[in-house]
T-cell receptor
């Protein structure tokens, strides 16, 4: 398996633009997690899905953030409108029955 | 106050040394996780444990539930072990709390 795939790897955008981050989990995994990492706050769990259903989105910072998982092989994290404070590395991870999480390479987002 | 505290924040060791990184937490947990983040940014999950001890190669993770404490040990450290090690705890309902990480540098 290719592991967790994220795209794009780097994204630079201007404040106010919509940003969509994509994740393809490992085939057969039933959990998918979105994390954000910044120097100031470290790693934070934003939202996670179980069998494509959002279970806990209490970590989503505000209404500008939304996440979807239309099927078992694809998830998106959208920020609209983006702000400079959203600049961070966004990681997607997947696991089977929460046994061990496999992380994607991350998307480095810069909002100017 | 952070729910998860790690120590030390930074650690420099000579190759071959035995290394210990500590993690204390203040909440009830369902599991504790040790993550490794390489200088390039990639994150690898090393261990997930809820009791006792786990070993993988030169890495050993222990947890004491009563004391709310876990340790990650690296035996015969090597420069390729240089990374940031992050402790995280998960609770029922999958709340996650992360430590701020321990930056380890192993010098040849």
């Amino acid at each position: 398996d290719a592991g967790v795939i994220q795209s794009p790897r780097h994204e630079v955008t201007e404040m106010g633009q919509e940003v969509t981050l994509r994740c393809k989990p490992i085939s057969g995994h039933d959990y998918l997690f979105w994390y954000r990492q910044t120097m100031m706050r470290g790693l934070e769990l934003l939202i996670y899905f179980n069998n494509n259903v959002p279970i806990d989105d209490s970590g989503m910072p505000e209404d500008r953030f939304s996440a979807k998982m239309p099927n078992a092989s694809f998830s998106t994290l959208k920020i609209q409108p983006s702000e400079p404070r959203d600049s961070a590395v966004y990681f997607c991870a997947s696991s089977f029955s929460q046994i061990r999480q496999y992380f994607g390479p991350g998307t480095r987002l810069t909002v100017l | 106050k952070n729910e998860v505290e790690q120590s030390p924040q930074n650690l420099t060791a000579q190759e071959g040394e035995f290394i210990t990184i500590n993690c204390s937490y203040s909440v009830g947990i369902s599991a504790l996780h040790w993550l490794q983040q390489h200088p390039g940014g990639g994150i690898v999950s090393l261990f997930m444990l809820s009791s006792g001890k786990k070993k993988h190669g030169r890495l050993i993770a222990t947890i004491n539930i009563q004391e709310k404490h876990s340790s990650l040990h690296i035996t015969a450290s090597h420069p390729r072990d240089s990374a940031v090690y992050i402790c995280a705890v998960s609770r029922t309902g999958n709340q996650f709390y992360f430590g701020t990480g321990t930056s380890l540098t192993v010098i040849p």
